[in-house]
């Protein structure tokens, strides 16, 4: 089984920036991302702006994002084969 790669929260944003997210909002030291899904929708989640982050918040932070991208597309950012 893959393990998680160790991403800082800038990275994380990096990687959902590439895939058309934008930064809305932050709070303390959690980064709000947003985009404009095709349906009108808006597709949101919140990013924490940490040094590193744990596997298991990246885990977490990896599912939220397969609601909106391809699990494919993601799997490379996140984990290492």
């Known amino acids: ?11 994380v944003v990096r990687i959902f920036d590439s895939f058309g997210f934008f930064v809305v ?12 899904a095709k349906d009108n929708t808006r597709e949101t989640f919140t990013i ?17 994002g397969a609601r909106y991208i391809s699990e494919s597309e993601l799997r490379a950012h996140f984990y290492s084969e």
Do not use: C, W
């Open 25 to 36: 909002d932050q709070r303390g030291s959690h980064i709000k991302l947003r985009r404009a």
């Open 48 to 64: 924490p702006n940490h040094k590193e982050l744990d596997r298991g918040t990246i885990t977490s932070i990896f599912k939220q």
């Open 1 to 11: 089984m893959p393990k998680p790669k160790v991403l800082h929260g800038q990275e």
